[in-house]
């Protein structure tokens, strides 16, 4: 009964998870299954270097931002994205201490032999760093 | 299939899942928009997990938590815009150990069904994985690391997680580990040597992601050490 019971369970799970995708508290789990050959993060970009969005605050940005989409398929993670420009909604300002700031959007292409960086622009910003 | 419960009254282990899930139904609950139709959901599904680990028709209590808990986690999911895999191992071990109440009156069936069904999570992952083609050679893993840590981190676990970045075979070697692994959940079930063997193998993966990318799956690591480990329960009075 038992083995059954155990048997029964896991392909049961896997079953029902396979049909009904992400339905509480089925899920196949795919979140990172997904193959790519590349990666991204948002960050801050001053004169040339890269730093976290965090180091700094009362940002005021123009326009929308871009999404880098004519750098061909790029790699996101939504919630990270989201958590970062998140902390520049919430921490807009309009700082006469602010210096130029650009949002770039890092990009890490990866081959077997090397790792390419390139950034993307993503938005004009003035900040002060905190 | 042997447990290492076997002799031992599994209450305590139905507390333990009624604390964790209560713990994740109220993080749930807090992260969305009060509402009176929220709050209510919430308190319904809190009394009935009172009910279920105290053992008051638990079969019924139980699968009025989980379907109460189903609801929360959609509006999360819906709010959020994607469903947040973190909550779902308190509901995934909840569903497997009504599946074992229903199936029969030996005290080991819920703790056995909590336990398959934790490991499917690990499996479905690992098919997931798998159906995606050459996932442990491509960049998956790279990618994750460099979206998820910071550009000026210089710590010791900084270091460790550039290196993997910047060397493919030590990705490729850590994305095999983790294939290996989640698709050996399976032998966990097979006896008590095995499920400590391969919980405390899945302890440290959770552990080694958590420390290189920062994202925790706490319920499945509190239930990996709830279950896997030969914890002196008290006896079943009158059980050999």
């Given at each position: 009964m038992r083995?059954?019971?155990?048997?029964?369970?896991?392909?049961?799970?896997?079953?029902?998870?396979?049909l009904v995708g992400n339905r509480y508290p089925f899920s196949v789990f795919d979140m990172y299954s997904r193959t790519t050959d590349n990666g991204s993060r948002i960050v801050a970009r001053v004169e040339g270097r890269v730093e976290e969005v965090d180091r700094f605050v009362?940002?005021?940005?123009?326009?929308e931002p871009e999404s880098c989409d004519q750098e061909g398929a790029i790699s996101t993670t939504e919630p990270v994205d989201r958590e970062i420009l998140g902390w520049v909604h919430a921490h807009a300002g309009d700082s006469p201490a602010a210096i130029s700031v650009e949002l770039v959007r890092r990009i890490w292409r990866f081959s077997r032999d090397a790792v390419r960086v390139e950034d993307c622009l993503v938005q004009r910003c003035r900040a002060v760093r905190r | 299939v042997k447990s290492p419960f076997d002799g031992r009254s599994r209450r305590?282990?139905?507390?333990?899942?009624?604390?964790?899930?209560?713990?994740?139904?109220?993080?749930?609950?807090?992260?969305?928009?009060?509402?009176?139709?929220v709050m209510a959901l919430s308190a319904?599904?809190?009394?009935?997990?009172?009910?279920?680990?105290?053992?008051?028709?638990?079969?019924?209590?139980g699968a009025l938590a989980l379907t109460l808990m189903s609801v929360l986690a959609q509006l999360h999911a819906m709010q959020s815009g994607g469903p947040m895999r973190h909550e779902f191992a308190v509901g995934v071990a909840l569903f497997g150990w009504l599946c074992g109440l229903a199936l029969g009156k030996d005290d080991a069936l819920p703790e056995i069904g909590a336990a398959a069904a934790l490991m499917a999570t690990y499996v479905d992952a690992a098919l997931s994985k798998l159906l995606h083609?050459?996932?442990?050679?491509?960049?998956?893993?790279?990618?994750?690391?460099?979206?998820?840590?910071?550009?000026?981190?210089?710590?010791?676990?900084?270091s460790y997680a550039r290196f993997v970045v910047e060397h493919a075979p030590a990705a490729e070697l850590l994305s095999w580990a983790t294939l290996i692994v989640q698709l050996g959940a399976a032998i966990y079930l097979v006896g008590p040597r095995a499920r400590m063997?391969?919980?405390?193998?899945?302890?440290?993966?959770?552990?080694?992601?958590?420390l290189l990318?920062?994202?925790y799956y706490w319920d499945a690591m509190y239930l990996l050490v709830a279950?896997?480990?030969?914890?002196?329960?008290?006896?079943?009075?009158?059980?050999?």
């Open positions: 083995a059954r019971l155990a048997l029964g369970v896991l392909v049961g799970y896997v079953a029902i998870a396979f009362s940002w005021r940005c123009e326009g | 305590p282990l139905a507390w333990v899942l009624a604390l964790l899930f209560a713990r994740q139904l109220l993080l749930v609950a807090g992260a969305l928009e009060r509402s009176p139709s319904t599904a809190l009394v009935a997990l009172v009910l279920f680990a105290r053992g008051y028709k638990p079969l019924l209590s083609g050459n996932w442990a050679e491509s960049a998956t893993l790279r990618a994750m690391l460099v979206a998820h840590r910071r550009v000026d981190d210089v710590s010791l676990l900084g063997l391969w919980g405390t193998l899945l302890l440290v993966f959770h552990l080694h992601v958590a990318t920062g994202i279950w896997s480990y030969p914890w002196p329960l008290p006896r079943v009075l009158g059980s050999s």
